[in-house]
């Protein structure tokens, strides 16, 4: 059973940045994609990115393209979202999630697809 913990949300001005990490436990990541996700007030959840077992394959969702980063490090257990020229609208709880996955295959934004959770981070963008 993975446990996921999300850390490095925050309050940031428009235009600012924020690096998220999620750092897992209880299994390898060299089976499973990684994905984050957003959910503002009101709003259903939304895919942001996601990156597969060994990192060679992103997907990244259209508001998050040219904007944010996804990195992932095996060895260390840990997913980087790096948030660049963060808008108002960025504004959500962003949550990573895991599922088994096979190498080479390109990963998954559907949330149904994500058995495995954290609690999320928020992320706040206001002047």
């Known amino acids: 059973q993975l446990q996921l913990v999300e850390s490095g949300g925050g309050l940031v001005q428009p235009g600012g940045s924020l690096r998220l990490s999620c750092i897992v436990s209880?299994?390898?990541?060299?089976?499973?994609?990684v994905g984050w996700f957003r959910q503002s007030p009101g709003k259903e959840r939304e895919a942001v990115v996601c990156?597969?077992?060994?990192?060679?394959?992103?997907n990244y969702a259209d508001s998050a393209k040219g904007r944010f980063t996804i990195s992932k490090n095996n060895a260390r257990k840990t997913v980087s979202l790096q948030l660049n020229s963060l808008k108002p609208e960025d504004f959500a709880m962003y949550y990573c999630?895991?599922?088994?996955?096979?190498?080479?295959?390109?990963?998954?934004?559907?949330?149904?697809?994500?058995?495995?959770w954290g609690q999320g981070t928020q992320v706040t963008v206001s002047a």
């Open positions: 209880g299994g390898s990541l060299d089976t499973y994609a």
């Open positions: 999630a895991a599922y088994p996955l096979g190498s080479l295959k390109l990963c998954s934004l559907k949330d149904d697809d994500y058995p495995f």
């Open positions: 990156i597969g077992t060994f990192g060679d394959r992103t």
